[in-house]
């Protein structure tokens, strides 16, 4: 009966601790995450879990030079079918053929524009960000690093952005990428090697601090599915996509908190029906070459509106208005 007892109290005392809790993970996850090799979908998530998703970083995040404009978006959804999965984000893609693909990433940007810019979306508190950036930061050309390549200043600049969304956001799980490699050139792949270097310690130092932080290790990329040395192809997107999906499943189930507040709204369209934009396209094509343009003379767009009009013609303006008229029915019913 002693036995029994003193059985007894260690258990109670392991739920007290933490150690055991009715069969939540409590483990100490490893940072950085490292890619599995088999990943079934819905592994480790509960049924319930509902993820409101921010996908932030630059163009690599966005999804340039994928055929269908989606990047990786579209893949990640696929492996979460259980679950309730809203993509948060401000910014679109008039090429994405996705349904609610939104997302927080901005092509040829650095890291410090994506901190001016990421608010609006931190805003609709996602509970889950991806963040993928510094692709930018480590190029050789100056015109695009506009704070300079060095990779210890990036990782600076880095650990603030993650201030940031962990402030806006101090419910969320927040992934950031061990980013792709590079083969640009010699100088753009030796600064993203010294940067991917620098970025666990720096998530580390916030993951000791009790955030729900980790990296995720993207380093073993393949540069052959890179179309331009920088931007995946379409079977790199879908790799990406599975890559989120196998570190998201590795975050300990109960770092997941339900979304705070409503789904952020979204306006019918985000672009113009295509028999809309088909018709303008048509008026455009077939009228002069200067109707396209402001007058050379005009300051502002609101003292040549006019001209502007009148250059298109009598009939290609009718045709323009009863056009307009069609997207505001096409909208509205």
């Known amino acids: 009966m002693k036995a029994i007892a003193w059985c007894f109290e260690l258990l109670l005392g392991l739920v007290v601790a933490g150690v055991v809790d009715a069969g939540i993970e409590t483990k100490a996850p490893q940072n950085p995450l490292q890619r599995r090799q088999d990943v079934t979908a819905g592994l480790s998530r509960s049924a319930g ?19 269908d404009g989606n990047g990786y978006r579209e893949q990640l959804r696929s492996r979460l079918p259980a679950h309730s999965v809203v993509f948060a984000g401000t910014e679109t893609s008039s090429r994405s053929n996705m349904s609610g693909g939104y997302f927080a990433a901005w092509p040829g940007k650095t890291i410090d524009y994506m901190a001016h810019h990421i608010g609006p979306s931190l805003a609709q508190k996602p509970n ?24 210890s200043m990036a ?9 940031d969304i962990l402030a806006a956001c101090p419910d969320a799980v927040l992934l950031v990428a061990v980013i792709i490699n590079s083969c640009a050139s010699t100088a753009q792949t030796d600064a993203t090697h010294h940067f991917q270097q620098l970025i666990p310690s720096l998530v580390q130092s916030r993951l000791d601090a009790g955030h729900h932080v ?12 890179l179309n331009d040395c920088v931007h995946p192809t379409d079977r790199g997107y ?22 705070q507040g409503p789904d952020p709204e979204r306006t ?24 396209s343009s402001w007058p050379a003379s005009s300051s502002s767009p609101s003292h040549s509106s006019s001209s502007g009009v009148s250059k298109l013609g009598p009939q290609a303006a009718v045709v323009l208005g009863l056009t307009a008229l069609t997207a505001l029915i096409e909208v509205c019913s």
């Open 49 to 67: 879990t509902e993820l409101r998703i921010l996908c932030a970083g630059d163009s690599i995040t966005l999804g340039t030079l994928s055929s």
């Open 128 to 151: 889950l960000v991806l963040l993928h950036a510094g692709t930018n930061d480590m190029n050789a050309d100056a015109a695009v690093a506009t704070e300079g390549n060095d990779a």
């Open 214 to 225: 980790l990296a995720a290790n993207f380093t073993d990329f393949p540069t052959a599915d």
């Open 268 to 291: 019918p369209y985000s672009t113009p029906p295509a028999s809309v934009t088909a018709s303008l396209t048509a008026i455009t094509s077939s009228s002069s070459p200067t109707s």
């Open 238 to 259: 879908r790799m990406l996509g599975d890559w989120w999906y196998d570190f998201i499943e590795q975050v300990p189930q109960n770092w997941f908190r339900p979304p």
């Open 155 to 163: 990782a600076s600049r880095l650990g603030r952005l993650i201030d």
